[in-house]
């Protein structure tokens, strides 16, 4: 079974607040390799900066 992730799946939104939140502990590199999520989360976060 394959699965891609978009950047609207929710997953990728709630890593994506884990890593842009200032008051978070969490960064680019605590996100889990699973399927494509880490690409899609640096995609979006790069994206936003």
Known sequence: MIV?????SGLVKVWVSLVLNP???YELEDVPALFNLR????EVVNDTN
């Open 39 to 42: 690409e899609v989360v640096i």
């Open 4 to 8: 891609i992730l978009t950047r609207n």
């Open 23 to 25: 008051n978070s502990n």
